[in-house]
Structures are given as structure tokens and as C-alpha cells.
């Protein structure tokens, strides 16, 4: 355990970026099995080796500026698909509206008739069918 220790001192060691280079080429990996190109499986060892690189490097400004890069990229991604799945999930029990005014995305109880809706953020008051 200490050489490891010894060994890993100084060396930047994984991030963000590392698991999903190794998350893309375990996909590779098995879309090449099913689909039979070559070409996918040499681009899956080029992502691992690449991560081990990654993993390895002394040069932990650069890894740290490449790794917030992607963050800038992954980030809103990961926000619109948590909030379109967090949507699915309570779409049988909630409807949700638009505000005409201000474009506001409003969430309301289903099978409560029609409401008067008001909108939080802009004040604006608008009737739907629940």
C-alpha cells in the first residue's frame, strides 16, 4: 500500500473527465462487439490509454483546466436531463404550464378542475384545467 502511496504522489489521478472517457469507451467496446468494427475497438483503446495518461500525469494544472472544460460542457447537460427526468417522474401525479408572461415553467396538482394559476415569479395570474 505504501508503494502505491509513494508511487501516486504528485501524479493528478482521476476527475470527471477520466470516467467518462472510460464510461465512452466501455460503450465503444460493446457497440463494436455487436456491430463487428474494428475501428471501435481501436477507438476504445485509444480512450483508455488516453485516461491512463490523464491519470498518471504530473502536469496537474493542465488536467485540472482540461477537466473543467468539460465540466463547463457536461454541466448544463446533466441539469436539463436531471430536470426532464425529475418532470417524467411526477407527470402522473402533477401538470405543468408555461407562464404566458414571463415563460416560467409552473407545476400543478392534476384532477383539481380548473385553477386560477399565479405565477411566482411575475405576479401574472392565468386560468388552466388541471
Known amino acids: 500500500m505504501n508503494f502505491l502511496r509513494t508511487f501516486m504522489a504528485g501524479r493528478y489521478g482521476p476527475d470527471h473527465l477520466n470516467t467518462a472517457l472510460i464510461i465512452i469507451a466501455l460503450l465503444l467496446s460493446i457497440i463494436s462487439r455487436i456491430a463487428i468494427l474494428s475501428l471501435l475497438v481501436y477507438l476504445s483503446y485509444l480512450l483508455i490509454i488516453l485516461t491512463v495518461f490523464r491519470f498518471l500525469s504530473r502536469n496537474i494544472q493542465k488536467r485540472r483546466a482540461e477537466n473543467d472544460k468539460f465540466l463547463r460542457l457536461y454541466w448544463p447537460v446533466k441539469q436539463k436531463l436531471k430536470a426532464f427526468f425529475s418532470r417524467l417522474k411526477s407527470s402522473r401525479t402533477h401538470k405543468f404550464f408555461r407562464c404566458p408572461s414571463c ?28
Not at 384532477?111 to 399565479?118: H, N, V, Y
Not at 415569479?121 to 388552466?128: D, I, L, N, S
Open 103 to 130: 415563460s416560467n415553467l409552473l407545476r400543478v396538482p392534476r384532477g383539481k378542475g380548473r385553477l386560477q394559476i399565479t405565477c411566482p415569479k411575475c405576479g401574472e395570474r392565468f386560468v388552466k384545467k388541471t
